[in-house]
């Protein structure tokens, strides 16, 4: 997929309500956007400020076809570190599964 669809498809997912997260410990701490500390607008501008440098793919620990993205944009001197990768769903549309949403260091 790469850096700028990746970033295309997280931003679009989250502006149409299309994701869910996927269930973990520790999500009040890991998942900000799962407990309503952000919203989806708010992930959105983070990742459209993620810089290329600042993006990874990495096969899903738990089921090595699935490729994880991370997108860990610094934003007010503020680093992030968002984990996401998409199911695909009816036709063309991916749904998009959170794994994390948080600052850094938490």
Known sequence: MGFSEAKRAVVAALREGNFEHEAREALAEKNLLAVGDVDGSDVAELV???????????PHRWDQSMVVHTFTPTVREERWYIKVYFLETDGDDRKAMFISVHRTGN
């Open 48 to 58: 459209l400020k993620t810089r290329s440098e600042d993006y990874r793919e990495s």
